[in-house]
């Protein structure tokens, strides 16, 4: 299962960076978001969503992964040799399990999903070889830029200008606040005693688990106790091998809606740093794949329909 990238956090970089940044669309004012700007089908593959794209000097078809809880673009070192892709210096990232691991950077002069451009995109190259055919990872880059709708019936990603959030929306509105560049939500968990426990948790859609919690919160409230053991797993992340405990809770409640028999895992190598807050986890996609969700990075919000 693929954990190690699901929160990819930039903590320092001592390399020259690229001074032109990505341009938001018009104010919120100004923006008719009575039709989107693109609708771009993805596929489920391994439990990820995956899209295509195109980059600049190259008429290949690529595929990444969109998670909400990428924090930086990320290429696979392969692909990006490929394209005989310029090191651009290098830099840390982090991941989950809150390890450093030094990696090379390169900028694309342009990435386009279908008609939209986006320009000057920097990425961080991984051995992303255990993910199968994938060329990499993007998240927060389109979050930021757009209105994101994950259609998961229809297969489609849709996008909006950013701003108000699109008339006719039918789900229920959760507001959530960031971690780094992570939206986090508020949720509670179902203990097996019936007790309810609440927590704040990553919106990972790249991440193959209902939630994954973090070991601090796991043993501050004696989660390794209370939750019965399913299975364990052995995972190979970006510097050593995790070891998971797998297991569940009776439910999970969000915004008003209440989710039966969730999946949850834990590690003590899991510690996904909160800035201002605890942070309980993350939820993932066993979670969100029952839902249409609309992401408003600019306005903070969440729908669920």
């Not at 651009?88 to 450093?100: E, K, S, Y």
């Not at 070889?129 to 998240?139: A, E, H, K, T, Y």
């Amino acid at each position: 299962m693929w954990r190690f990238l699901l929160t990819v956090t930039i903590v320092f970089s001592y390399a020259l960076m690229p001074a032109h940044a990505q341009r938001r669309g018009s104010s919120a004012a100004a923006t008719d978001n009575s039709k989107p700007v693109a609708v771009i089908p993805f596929q489920l593959v391994n439990r990820q969503v995956i899209i295509p794209v195109a980059v600049s000097g190259s008429s290949d078809t690529l595929h990444f992964i969109f998670d909400s809880g990428a924090e930086v673009t990320v290429m696979n070192i392969a692909t990006a040799a490929k394209l005989q892709l310029r090191n651009a210096g290098n830099a840390f990232l982090t991941g989950t399990n809150n390890a450093m691991a030094k990696t090379e950077l390169a900028t694309l002069n342009a990435l386009y999903l279908k008609e939209l451009r986006l320009p000057y995109v920097k990425v961080y190259l991984e051995n992303l070889s255990n993910l199968g055919p994938v060329d990499g990872i993007i998240g927060i880059a389109l979050l930021k830029l757009y209105i994101v709708k994950i259609d998961y019936r229809s297969k489609q990603l849709v996008l909006y200008k950013s701003g108000k959030t699109p008339v006719g929306n039918t789900g229920r509105l959760l507001h959530f606040q960031l971690n780094f560049s992570t939206p986090v939500i508020d949720a509670s968990i179902q203990l097996p005693d019936g007790r309810r426990l609440p927590g704040h948790y990553h919106i990972t859609t790249g991440g193959d688990y209902g939630i994954l919690f973090n070991w601090p919160y796991v043993d501050k409230y004696k989660l390794n106790t209370l939750l019965p053991t399913i299975n364990t797993d052995r995972v190979q992340d970006m510097l050593k091998v995790l070891y998971y405990i797998n297991s569940s809770v009776p439910s999970l409640e969000m915004g008003g809606r209440s989710i039966p028999n969730v999946p949850v895992s834990y590690s003590k190598d899991i510690d996904d740093l909160g800035v201002f807050t605890e942070v309980a986890g993350s939820i993932g996609y066993d979670i969100w794949k029952d839902y249409t969700l609309t992401i408003n990075y600019d306005k903070k919000e969440l729908y669920l329909e």
